[in-house]
Nanobody, 115 residues
Framework: QVQLVESGGGLVQPGGSLRLSCTVS????????MGWYRQAPGKQRELVSS???????NYADSLKGRFTISRDNAKNTVYLQMNSLTPEDTAVYYC?????????WGQGTQVTVSS
């Protein structure tokens, strides 16, 4: 049974940084694209960033330069380094992993940016 476990969320002041992690367990197959999405209250879930097995990265245009995605294939883990956070970044952040033709989601981790 595939599971995605996220960590690293929390409360941070504007201008601060957080690093999210997501580890995939239970997969017998190579993990394909991995990514982070977020959903703010009253808004639709949106793509933050994604990364392929080989390390090709994609970012939402509005987040380029502040967020950095990376992955460690040996650990089945994807990371999201978030810098210069603003209150508009407050949301639940979800990890996503594609394995063969299936799409898996983590339970979400809350990120709150507030003074």
């Amino acid at each position: 049974q595939v599971q995605l476990v996220e960590s690293g969320g929390g409360l941070v002041q504007p201008g601060g940084s957080l690093r999210l992690s997501c580890t995939v367990s239970g997969s017998a197959f190579r993990i394909g694209d991995m990514g982070w999405y977020r959903q703010a209250p009253g808004k639709q879930r949106e793509l933050v960033s994604s990364i392929t097995w080989s390390g090709n990265k994609n970012y939402a245009d509005s987040l380029k330069g502040r967020f950095t995605i990376s992955r460690d294939n040996a650990k089945n883990t994807v990371y999201l380094q978030m810098n210069s956070l603003t209150p508009e970044d407050t949301a639940v952040y979800y990890c996503n992993a594609q394995i063969l033709i299936s799409n898996y989601w983590g339970q979400g981790t809350q990120v709150t940016v507030s003074s």
